[in-house]
C-alpha cells in the first residue's frame, strides 16, 4: 500500500517537472542567464575590441606608407606599430575647399559615418559619384608625416564599391604628392581568389612607384589587363587589373580615381603640393 503511494507520488512529481510552465520557465531561466552572459562579455570586451581596432588602422596606413612589412608587426629597425605612429599628425579636411578644419575631435570624428548624416555629407550626382558612395562626407581626415621640407608621408582614407560591397582602406602618396607609396584595404566584401585578390601582397606591392595623376594634374590611375611597355608614359599611372574580377578592378580604379579628385582629397593636394614648393623654394635660397 505505501508502496503504491510512494511511486504514484514519484509519478505526480515527475509530471510536474514536465509540465508546460515548467518547461517555459527553465528555457526562459537558460534564456536570462545565457543573454546575461552574452552582454556582459560584450561590456567587458568591447574596450579591447576598440584597441585592437585602432591598433589594426593603424598598421593599415603605416603598410599603406610603405612604413611596416607586409607580414609583420614590427619594421625593419624594430621598432613597433605605436612607436611608428607617432610620427603622424592626424588632421582634419575640409574636402571642398581643401584647407585644414579645427576644432575637430579628432579621436571620435569618423568621416565614413559622417557620409551618413544629413547636415555632415552632400548627396553625390550620378555623373560625380564613380566610386558608388551615394553621400560624401564635407570634413574627412588625413595623416601625414612632416618635415623640414614639408609632407614627406601623405595618407588618405578611401573607399568605394566593388562588386559585392564597399572597399574600405587607405592610399598614400609620397613627399611629390603624386607617387603612390601604396594602397591597402581593411575591409572588403569580395570573394577570395577573385576580388578578393585585392589583399594580395604581390598586388599590392605593385602600387608603390605609380603615379596617381597625369601631367595635367588629373587623377590618371589605369587598371589594365596588358601593361604598356616600360619606360612609356602610360605604364607610369598602369596596375595590373584582378583577373577574373573586372568588377572589383573596375571598382578600385574607380575609387582611387575619385580620393585623388577634386571631389576627394584632389584640392587639398593641389594646396599641399604649392605651399610645398614655396617652402622648397625658401629652403633654397636660404
Ligand atoms: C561566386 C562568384 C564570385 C565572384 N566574385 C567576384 C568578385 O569578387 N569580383 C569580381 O569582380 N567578380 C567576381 N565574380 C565574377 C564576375 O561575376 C564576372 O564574371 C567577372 O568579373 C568577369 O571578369 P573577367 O572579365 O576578368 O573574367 C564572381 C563570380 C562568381 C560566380
Redesign the pocket.
Known sequence: MSNDTSSETEAKSASSRDSLKNTFFTAFLLCLVCSVLVSGMAVVLKPIQVENKLLDQKKNILRAAGMLPANSDRAADGRSIDDLFAEFTVKAVDLETGEFVEGIDLDIYDPVKAAQKADLSRALSAEEDIATLRRLEKISLVYLVQGEAGIEKLVLPVRGY???GTLYGYLALDSDLTTITGLGFYSHK??PG???EVDNVAWKASWSGVKAFTEQRTPGVKLV?QRSPAGSMNADYEVD?????????R?VENLVNFWTGDLGFGRFIQLQSQEQKQQQNTLAQG
Open positions: 566593388g562588386l559585392w569580395e570573394t577573385l576580388g578578393g589587363k587589373a584582378l583577373s577574373g574580377a573586372t568588377f572589383t578592378t571598382g
